[in-house]
């Protein structure tokens, strides 16, 4: 009864396009109230204030903040010259231009929203002017940005390694090799679709002019290496790199004196309201998880999926079509924060590898935001890229071949994550 109250009202409230803060909160203290403790509600606020108060989570804000200064201090800009200067020249240049950029500022911003919107309106403009189509344009930017979350730092990566009690360097190494298989399939595909459709093209950028745009942004390009660096070499913590981050994002725009009071406010005020609710979302879902122990809805679940198939291959499958239809209708972060409390007894019991699980629910949550109804990137896309809503989702339909494959492939032949961790930091 609990559960079902707790889910039902959680999805209905989203449906209804109430805030996902809001939606988990009532959710949670409808839960309660028809629970055996609707007489303690004050157990809420104890299991909020104990579950944001962890340390490990004082780096979600900096690598929020770092983003939102990259994105104001003209980092983008000089990405995506790099980039083009590059692979400008090839057949759906541009289209192989916004994956690639997207890979770059992946190791910087570690958000998909910050990609789409970020990288957005830079690459959609530049690809209309063009002559790409605008929906075609708006369908490579949202895909191209399921990178972001897989290539280190990630945000999302942060939260599953401090619900999963994983340390965040494995989880960053895990996400490393998935990223890029996603950014060279998504290349491939656009090589694929240049074949039958013409796309425009460019002229290839002379060697000078390659040269003039990587020295241009070199201090844009190596920021990914300097972050994900110091903490492999065990220089600084996950939240120092973050902290570092951020500094360096301001030293930069210092350097390129983009970066003025009015934009710094801007990135600070934008990274104050998206903690805030990220924060609030974590404190409700801690309160949820100790309910759905008390409950033991973890061990019913485990015992239901037994009841059904021992076999690890068929879970797996099993939780692909879960995680699509979640990520469906809740978006990466609060999704996360649902079903990992719940899901690790279960994985355990099936000897699943815990990083490697959360690589596949990181990679299947974000091919939610690219997919009807409540796909976020596809509305971001609406705002950025001025095209109607229907056509979006049409034009991301295809791309969401080569994400699947990759997805399987993941899912399937856990090596493809584990053998990067394994390799630099051994055995788990």
């Known amino acids: 009864m609990m559960a079902t109250v707790l889910f039902l009202g959680f999805i209905v409230l989203i449906l209804m396009r109430v805030p996902v803060s809001i939606a988990i909160g009532a959710a949670v203290v409808a839960a309660f109230a028809t629970s055996d403790f609707s007489g303690d509600l004050y157990i809420i606020p104890q299991q909020i204030l104990d579950g944001v108060n962890k340390p490990s989570l004082a780096a979600v804000p900096f690598f929020i903040m770092a983003g939102n200064l990259m994105n104001v201090v003209g980092m983008t800009d000089r990405i995506f010259a790099f980039a083009s200067s590059l692979v400008g020249h090839f057949k759906a240049g541009l289209a192989q231009v916004n994956v690639l950029s997207s890979m770059i500022f992946a190791g910087v911003s570690g958000a998909a929203v910050a990609d789409a919107a970020g990288l957005g309106t830079i690459e959609i403009k530049a690809m209309k002017e063009r002559g790409y189509r605008p929906e075609f344009a708006a369908a490579v930017t949202v895909c191209s940005a399921v990178v972001g979350p897989l290539i280190p730092p990630s945000i999302g990566l942060v939260i599953y390694a401090f619900l999963a009690q994983q340390s965040v360097e494995r989880m960053f190494l895990a996400g490393l090799v998935p990223g890029v298989l996603v950014g060279l399939s998504l ?8 074949i039958r459709e013409n796309f425009p093209t460019q002229p290839k950028a002379s060697r000078q002019e390659v040269v003039g745009h990587a020295l241009d942004g070199l201090l844009a390009l190596v920021a990914p290496a300097i972050i994900l660096g110091s903490i492999l070499f065990g220089f600084v913590t ?184 394994n390799l630099i930091l051994g055995p788990d």
């Open 238 to 421: 996950a939240t120092e790199a973050g902290v570092l981050a951020c500094l360096y994002s301001i030293i930069l725009g210092l350097v390129y004196r983009t970066l003025t009071f009015e934009r710094f406010w801007s990135a600070l005020t934008d990274t104050m309201l998206m903690t805030t609710v990220i924060m609030i979302i974590i404190g409700f879902s801690i309160a949820m998880g100790w309910l759905l122990a008390i409950e033991q809805v973890p061990q019913m679940l485990g015992d239901a999926l037994f009841s059904i198939t021992e076999d690890k291959n068929v879970f797996l499958a099993l939780m692909m079509v879960f995680v699509l239809l979640i990520g469906c209708v809740v978006e990466g972060v609060p999704a996360k924060l649902m079903l990992v409390p719940m899901l690790l007894p279960v994985i355990d019991a099936y000897g699943v590898d815990r990083v490697h699980f959360g690589i596949m629910l990181q990679l299947g949550l974000l091919i939610g935001i690219v997919t009807p109804p409540m796909g976020i990137g596809l509305y971001i896309m609406v705002e950025v890229g001025k095209v109607p809503f229907e056509k979006v989702t049409v034009a991301c339909l295809p791309f969401m071949v080569p994400l699947m494959l990759v997805w399987i492939a993941l899912t399937f032949i856990p090596e493809l994550s584990l053998w990067l961790p």
């Open 187 to 194: 290349m491939a595909f656009n090589r694929f679709l240049a």
